[in-house]
């Protein structure tokens, strides 16, 4: 008779089911009322299990943030590598954005209450903007390269709009029970459209 093991699950498929459960508990109790508890039965484990993966709630927003890393440098160099790059990057907040699950803006959104009081939360979510800002500039540099977008226009301006933009979006689809999809995508691939029309620029009297 053989006997029939339960397979071990991979420390790294193990921390994303974690974390993916993080995610759910963050969004049901709020940041900062979740407890370890909460998230551990969200995961179906217990709580001194959890804590051989993460040992606080601040590693586990480290988590989320290196995980979100990930997730954006593939969707980076997806981009790159698109032979429509302009289309790709309208796409991208279309698909990433807009059409994003209600539940990741709520996340996130809660993960920026926390870093308003928690200094280590701040560190992860600055050092995420930064990325995400330099490589959105990186981005617009080469569009413009490939003609994609005006020559004339300024990738750190169109950088920070667009960061803008969708810091906004994400707020608005958090709190708002009555956000509207199909209206916002309208507005925001206006701007978008404008913006890479060379049709937007900073203003010259602040």
Known sequence: MTL???KRVP?????????????RAFVRYGFHAATMTQVAEEAGMSAGNLYRYFPSKEAIVEGLCLSD??????TFAALIGAEDLRGALRAALRDHV????????RMIVEIWAESGRNARVAAFTRQLDTDVMQGMV????????????PATLDARFAASLLFSLVVGLFRRKALEPDFNV??????ALGVFDALFAGKLAPSAEV
Not at 69 to 74: A, I, L, N
Not at 98 to 105: D, G, H, N
């Open 4 to 6: 029939a093991f339960p």
């Open 11 to 23: 420390d790294d498929e193990k921390r994303a089911q974690i974390l993916a459960a993080a995610s």
């Open 69 to 74: 890393q990930v997730e954006r440098s593939s």
């Open 98 to 105: 807009l059409c994003s699950p209600v539940e990741k803006a």
């Open 138 to 149: 990186e981005l617009i540099e080469i569009a413009k390269a490939r003609g994609a977008a």
């Open 182 to 187: 199909e209206a916002e995508s309208a507005m």
